[in-house]
């Protein structure tokens, strides 16, 4: 567990970091890669889309 208190003293300079909490405590920070990305899956979907990749559902029909 970490201290909500000395997370400042944790959390790096730069970059972007996911907090993982479980009943109310911090039990894990991880620091994001530069390459690494955090989306919604509709978010995805539409990067996917803009990309030019097209999305089918396993019914065969698109998104």
Do not use: F, S, W
Request: with cysteine; hydrophobic share 45%; aromatic share 2%.
């Amino acid at each position: 567990m970490i201290d909500a208190e000395k997370i400042t003293e944790i959390l790096p300079t730069n970059g972007c970091v996911v907090v993982t909490c479980k009943n109310g405590n911090i039990v894990n920070i991880r620091q994001l890669g530069d390459d690494e990305h955090i989306a919604a899956l509709n978010a995805l979907i539409d990067l996917a889309k803009i990309a030019g990749y097209r999305i089918v559902k396993p019914d065969g029909n698109a998104l």
